[in-house]
T-cell receptor, first 111, second 118 residues
């Protein structure tokens, strides 16, 4: 059974601080996605990484896929209150379309 | 991307009753999925809704409890049957419009249905 361990599960920081969220597995994934979910809404895709060692940037967010495609990280620079939400990593395997989600990280950025 | 409309957005139901959730997509998609998100938890895949055939259920989920229909490439329903308070969750429909043998998965989600069973 493939599992994704996401940490930390809860993070409360002050505006302007940096943070990193980790997503780890013992399994190899063909791709890994990061989603952000706000209350009352479905998850919204932030990025997909598919190549081992790949780094993608989305404004103040930096995503990295591990060389072995078993882990990923999300780094936020100078967090803002608008970054508050639930961040989810999800791994995809082959062509099934199925996603395995990590436990999620609830981020609270205080002004 | 794909625009996914899910309804109802929320409902409060009596135990023992059933609720059918609808998912409508603005374009034809091959893969549609139903997920459950229990309070304060992450998402768990319930089943893959297959067009023209029976849904494929994940371990721990059965057709009698969660019957699914997929009459065409833009629409699916999930029914939560004989509900109990433990079924109180957010139910989410998702699609992967890019999955056409490319090996990558990029899911798009509806806004979810928040179900409370009393």
């Amino acid at each position: 059974t493939q599992l994704l361990e996401q940490s930390p599960q809860f993070l409360s920081i002050q505006e302007g601080e940096n943070l990193t969220v980790y997503c780890n597995s013992s399994s190899v994934f063909s791709s890994l996605q990061w989603y952000r979910q706000e209350p009352g809404e479905g998850p919204v895709l932030l990025v997909t990484v598919v190549t081992g060692g790949e780094v993608k940037k989305l404004k103040r967010l930096t995503f990295q896929f591990g060389d072995a495609r078993k882990d990923s990280s999300l780094h936020i620079t100078a967090a803002q209150p608008g970054d508050t939400g639930l961040y989810l990593c999800a791994g995809g395997s082959g062509n099934t379309g199925k996603l395995i989600f990590g436990q999620g990280t609830t981020l609270q950025v205080k002004p | 991307s794909a625009v996914i409309s899910q309804k109802p957005s929320r409902d409060i139901c009596q135990r023992g009753t059933s609720l059918t959730i609808q998912c409508q997509v603005d374009s034809q998609v091959t893969m549609m999925f139903w997920y459950r998100q229990q309070p304060g938890q992450s998402l768990t895949l319930i089943a893959t809704a297959n067009q023209g055939s029976e849904a494929t259920y994940e371990s721990g989920f059965v057709i009698d409890k969660f019957p699914i229909s997929r009459p065409n490439l833009t629409f699916s329903t999930l029914t939560v049957s004989n509900m109990s308070p433990e079924d109180s969750s957010i139910y989410l429909c998702s699609v992967d419009p890019l999955l056409l043998g490319k090996g990558n998965t990029e899911a798009f989600f509806g806004q979810g249905t928040r179900l409370t069973v009393v």
